[in-house]
């Protein structure tokens, strides 16, 4: 069992959200003790997926929804399973975003690294857009696409 503030150390989170997590019932069966809040393996399980589905965009009204549908039972697999296909596919399509803008910032690394050496961009000039080495052109395409 553990206390809200080592809760709060343990996820980074402050202790306000764990009450207002909580407040919302996304604790249902969080023990008590003197009124103190006592936080159990399964809260802690929650707490990760409840941080994963709020990075991955969902927003706690529909995080809500979700842990009803546990609350619920079996008969909500379904819902489950396709809430989480869903958030798959929005992570998927940040991080292909996110590659391409990483493509960017690689190809400008090398871009400028390679015109500090030069002490100019006439040779970058006449390399783009399809005349780069191999590995930098992948990265132009990608971030240019």
Same mark, same amino acid.
């Given at each position: 069992m553990y206390t809200i503030g080592q809760v709060s150390k343990m996820f980074g989170l402050p202790i306000s959200t764990l009450r207002y997590y909580d407040k919302e019932g996304l604790f249902p069966n969080i023990e008590r003790q003197s009124g103190i809040r006592k936080f159990s393996e399964n809260e802690i399980e929650a707490l990760r997926v409840i941080e994963c589905l709020k990075a991955s965009g969902l *927003?706690? $009204?529909d995080i809500k929804q979700f842990m009803n549908w %546990? +609350? *619920?039972g079996a008969s909500t697999y379904e819902k489950r399973r396709e809430l989480f296909e869903? &958030?798959? *596919?929005? %992570? *998927?399509?940040e991080i292909a975003r996110l590659e391409k803008m990483l493509d960017m910032v690689k190809f400008k690394c090398w871009y400028y690294e390679t015109a500090v050496k030069d002490g100019n961009e006439d040779r970058l000039n006449e390399m783009l857009p399809? $005349? !780069?080495p191999k590995d930098? &052109? +992948? !990265?132009?395409?990608?971030a240019h696409s």
């Amino acid at each position: 069992m553990y206390t809200i503030g080592q809760v709060s150390k343990m996820f980074g989170l402050p202790i306000s959200t764990l009450r207002y997590y909580d407040k919302e019932g996304l604790f249902p069966n969080i023990e008590r003790q003197s009124g103190i809040r006592k936080f159990s393996e399964n809260e802690i399980e929650a707490l990760r997926v409840i941080e994963c589905l709020k990075a991955s965009g969902l *927003e706690i $009204k529909d995080i809500k929804q979700f842990m009803n549908w %546990v +609350k *619920e039972g079996a008969s909500t697999y379904e819902k489950r399973r396709e809430l989480f296909e869903a &958030q798959k *596919e929005a %992570v *998927e399509t940040e991080i292909a975003r996110l590659e391409k803008m990483l493509d960017m910032v690689k190809f400008k690394c090398w871009y400028y690294e390679t015109a500090v050496k030069d002490g100019n961009e006439d040779r970058l000039n006449e390399m783009l857009p399809d $005349k !780069l080495p191999k590995d930098i &052109q +992948k !990265l132009y395409e990608n971030a240019h696409s």
